[in-house]
């Protein structure tokens, strides 16, 4: 049987950058709370096997459920709204705020795969044979997916120069 307080440790310590992932991936914090919440129920059933690199396999779960949800969902239409999700943004200055919400945007813009490469690499910065592990996927596709991903983000030139900044 497995150690549940250890679990409940493990869960505390990663919840948070877990739940950045996934928000990332979904763009709906409910949304994204159930993909972790569902990655994490499987890494449950999963723990004794899990050995050192749970948080890495619960982000591989957490991928892998999002393009499943995805490719179930594609042919709905995706409604967009003029503001970013409730979140306080009174400590930034606009700029940034600004700036974040451009990053959304793009984002938002790319197909689910693209997205996740994209998330992985240079929000979560992972090397390119990291983010292949977690998708499941060779390098060489983690390759033409970020290319592939970051051509179309070039449309904008703006969002070009302020995305390479920060990856």
């Known amino acids: 049987m497995a150690d549940r307080s250890e679990y409940d440790a493990f869960v505390a310590a990663v919840w948070q950058r877990l739940l950045r992932t996934a928000y990332l991936l979904t763009r709906d914090w409910a949304v994204a709370e159930d993909l972790v919440q569902t990655a994490l129920m499987k890494a449950w059933l999963a723990w004794p096997r899990l050995g050192n690199e749970r948080e890495a396999y619960v982000r ?89 991903a970051l051509a179309k983000l070039r449309v904008d030139d703006s969002f070009a120069s302020t995305f390479v900044r920060r990856g």
């Open 60 to 148: 591989k779960i957490i991928v892998n459920v999002h393009v499943s949800w995805w490719r179930r969902r594609w042919r709905q239409v995706e409604v967009t709204t003029g503001s970013p999700p409730d979140r306080t943004q009174a400590a930034d200055d606009m700029g940034q705020a600004d700036e974040r919400e451009f990053v959304w945007q793009a984002l938002g813009r790319l197909p689910a795969r693209q997205r996740a490469v994209v998330v992985l690499r240079f929000f979560e910065d992972m090397t390119e044979a990291q983010a292949a592990e977690t998708l499941g996927c060779s390098v060489g596709t983690v390759k033409s997916q970020t290319s592939k």
